[in-house]
């Protein structure tokens, strides 16, 4: 794949998930925005490396959740390159997936729901409302939403993050739904448990186990399991889709 000229933000991109699509990216030849909240030096880290092998990227601070801080990300990105072709929605605010400490259903408050909610379809929806300008007059754009395999299967209940990612799928396809007439497509990745990852690293290692007895191919997801997908859906090849969401699990959910 060739993404030479091409503008790709990715938040949450100063480590796990969000560093390697970043990368991926910039392997291919794209000037990449490596957005960050507080990770300042890991997203430097992460722009260097791009930059090593040939690429461009720019470490950019921004808040997802703080409508503000997304509008004045976006118009620097456009004042300072010209446009944005392509967004990977990865940001989310912290999450630990460990099945001994997370709230049940009987303990979990909507406080919970909520904070997940801001961030990851709020926070979506802060960037793809900063962006729709520039690309409506591009008439063309790739907005790629980051979600979970457990909407499908919530082998874990992890009730508050869950309900969020499938509320940012629901967003994405309705956005998908409007926006397709300007040749912008909307599509989402969901990633089985990803490790190592921040939110990954305190998963037990018997959970990790039966997880993987569970998956077809043997093994976790990995963070650079994810960045194909990630590739495939911001190239022309997926110049007519839209509206999908494609699992990265290893078979863990079919159909």
């Avoid at 949450?12 to 490596?34: D, N």
């Avoid at 997304?70 to 990865?90: L, T």
């Avoid at 300008?133 to 499908?152: A, E, F, W």
Wanted: proline content about 4%.
């Amino acid at each position: 794949m060739d993404f030479t000229g091409k503008i790709v933000l990715v938040t949450g991109a100063s480590r796990g998930i969000g560093a390697e699509i970043a990368k991926a990216f910039g392997k291919e030849g794209a000037s990449v925005i490596v957005n960050y909240l507080k990770s300042e030096a890991e997203a430097k880290k992460v722009s260097e490396e791009i930059c090593q092998q040939g690429g461009e990227a720019l470490p950019m601070q921004a808040d997802v959740m703080n409508e503000t801080s997304v509008k004045a990300m976006v118009n620097e990105i456009a004042d300072s390159f010209g446009g944005i072709d392509v967004v990977v929605n990865n940001a989310l605010p912290h999450y630990t997936f460990n099945p001994k400490t997370r709230k049940t259903a009987w303990e979990i408050e909507w406080e919970d729901y909520q904070r997940q909610i801001d961030g990851a379809v709020g926070g979506a929806f802060h960037v793809c409302q900063a962006v729709m300008p520039h690309m409506k007059n591009q008439n063309s754009g790739r907005i790629i939403n980051i979600v979970t395999n457990l909407i499908d299967l919530p082998l874990i209940p992890y009730h508050d993050y869950t309900s969020a990612k499938a509320g940012l799928l629901g967003f994405s396809r309705n956005l998908a739904a409007e926006l397709g007439r300007f040749g912008i497509t909307v599509n989402c990745i969901a990633p089985g448990l990803t490790y190592p990852t921040d939110s990954s690293r305190e998963t037990k290692e018997d959970v990790r186990e039966a997880i993987t007895r569970l998956t077809p191919m043997g093994r976790l997801t990995t963070p650079k399991d994810i960045t194909g997908s990630a590739l495939f859906f911001a190239s022309e090849w997926a110049s007519f889709i839209t509206g999908q969401c494609i699992r990265v699990d290893g078979g863990l959910v079919m159909g």
